[in-house]
């Protein structure tokens, strides 16, 4: 049956371009079930985890005041956080950036319309536009947190950066307008609209500006109803339970696969900004996640299995077996190799691993086991065989997946050993985290082609005498629809 080939076609350097394991598009259901099970696991530990104790581990008078981890948020750390608002340099450089760049975009896209045959739809000019907007404000934002605009520098920043945008934002226009002029009918309205959203919101910060350049001496601060941009974001406790409770909304968004990429974005934005607001509460479950975020905001992962999906359908879009490029899974699975590649190295170095006696100090320890040692003693020669399986385990992985023979028995292991880490440690969710990225390996093509076989009344062995043990020619995969 045919297929639709959905997500970004990466351009790979040889060897990468000729190896099938990189370029052979899989079922967009590996990505699914990744989706679903990151989502469920970061929706549970955040009502589980996070949100009982927010008072407790962020803001003032917490484990992670502001003033213990501001730190953070100099130079040259790069820790970055939405939660410390305009006053994080990191952030407002980042904003500058990404105004240089979409400036230099919609100044093309504009152009680019004005010698362009006929009319159309211009997503990404769209989309520019707003990225434009937003770093202009936050940019204009973050200078006005850091300057004093009772000196004569900082008095001539205040309004000539709000002016500069708004020099732009006129040139915009004027580009947009000359579109309309010379084809009105085929023009795209929502680009129209979007210019002058940047527009007003550019006049509106450059009023701004003028008005705290000639309040001068007198009123140096910021107008009340712009108050909370100079506000620290991280020391308010309304805030940190506002953003807490949009990151329980984003995780729960991201599992149903509704609004699937926005969710994701936010889900991994407010998951380092949190992180980076109190280094005491996290832990390797925690990167893990950030790293399946990550990856997961950047692929179609609301391709199948999801409200997008479904809603989609209804629209009238094909039905059929949708598939995606792998190069996100691949990239998951190396970082996977290198994990545990990287821990072995790392134990090496031990001597309580190289002797065999680490386990049995860790399930000693109570700060890190769930039960007591006395509770269940272990055999001490049992722990030495243990500690060095996953010694030699960790330290061999990337040689074992790649045999085929014993790519299954590795990681039927690791499964195992992160089931057993779970029942017996007290870690976080690196366990769980960790079995996540097990679930795109299972062979999910061929079980979905044994469903959809049967669902159309040909079973396998049907397909396959039908075309001499070849996969036949209505099940290869035609990529009809490329986003």
């Known amino acids: 049956m045919s297929g639709r080939i959905v997500g970004v076609h990466p351009w790979l350097p040889w060897p990468l371009s000729g190896w099938r394991w990189w370029t052979v598009p899989v079922r967009a259901e590996r990505l699914a079930v990744l989706r679903l099970a990151v989502g469920l696991l970061l929706f549970v530990d955040i009502l589980y985890s996070y949100l009982p104790h927010v008072r407790d581990f962020f803001g003032p008078d917490s484990l992670g005041t502001p003033e213990m981890f501001a730190y953070l948020a100099r130079a040259p750390k790069w820790n970055w956080s939405l939660l410390r608002g305009f006053q994080d340099p990191l952030l407002t450089s980042l904003a500058q950036a990404a105004w240089f760049v979409s400036t230099v975009v919609v100044l093309l896209g504009l152009w680019g319309r004005l010698t362009a ?24 934002f973050g200078l006005w947190t850091r300057v004093n605009a009772a000196s004569e520098h900082g008095a001539s920043l205040v309004w000539r950066a709000p002016m500069v945008a708004l020099g732009l934002a006129m040139v915009f226009w004027c580009l947009a307008l000359w579109r309309r ?29 003028v008005w705290k350049w000639l309040a001068g001496g007198d009123h140096p601060g910021t107008p009340g109803f712009l108050a909370w941009t100079g506000a620290r974001w991280h020391g308010e406790a309304a805030v940190l339970l506002a953003a807490m409770i949009a990151w329980v ?21 407010l ?7 109190n ?47 792998p190069w996100p899974l691949r990239l ?50 049992l722990t030495r065989v243990a500690s060095w399986t996953v010694f030699a385990w960790e330290l061999s992985f990337p040689v074992l997946v790649l045999v ?19 029942a017996t440690m007290e870690l976080g969710g690196f366990g769980p985290y960790m079995i996540a990225l097990y679930l795109p390996l299972l062979p999910w093509d061929r079980w979905l082609k044994a469903r959809d076989e049967a669902a159309v009344g040909q079973g396998p062995s049907a397909a396959g005498a039908a075309s001499g043990g070849q996969e036949p020619e209505s099940s290869r995969i035609r990529p009809v629809d490329v986003r």
């Not at 998951?271 to 607001?277: C, P």
């Not at 999801?306 to 209804?314: F, H, M, V």
């Not at 545990?340 to 100090?361: E, I, P, Q, R, T």
């Open 117 to 140: 045959e006929g009319g159309g739809q211009h997503v990404g000019l769209r989309r520019a536009l707003a990225v434009w907007l937003a770093a202009t404000a936050f940019t204009v």
């Open 181 to 209: 002029f010379r084809s009105e009918a085929d023009d795209d309205p929502w680009v129209w609209r979007w210019v002058l959203l940047a527009w007003a919101g550019a006049a509106a910060l450059a009023g701004v500006g």
């Open 249 to 269: 909304a984003a995780a729960f968004l991201l599992t149903v696969g509704c609004w699937t990429r926005v969710a994701t974005i936010a889900a991994w934005a």
């Open 271 to 277: 998951s380092v900004s949190f992180d980076n607001l």
């Open 279 to 325: 280094w005491y509460v996290n832990n390797a479950g925690d990167q893990v996640r950030t790293i399946a975020l990550f990856s997961l905001m950047l692929c179609p992962c609301g391709a199948a299995w999801s409200l997008d999906s479904w809603y989609a359908r209804r629209r009238g879009r094909p039905n059929g077996p949708v598939y995606v490029y």
């Open 332 to 381: 998951l699975f190396l970082q996977m190799v290198c994990i545990y590649f990287c821990n072995g190295v790392y134990k090496v170095m031990g001597a309580d691993w190289m002797a065999g006696a680490s386990l049995y100090h860790v399930w000693c320890d109570l700060a890190l086991t769930r039960f007591s040692y006395a509770q269940m003693p272990i055999p001490y020669a």
């Open 404 to 422: 085929k023979w014993t790519r299954v028995p590795a990681l039927l292991f690791g499964v195992t050993f992160h089931l057993g880490i779970f």
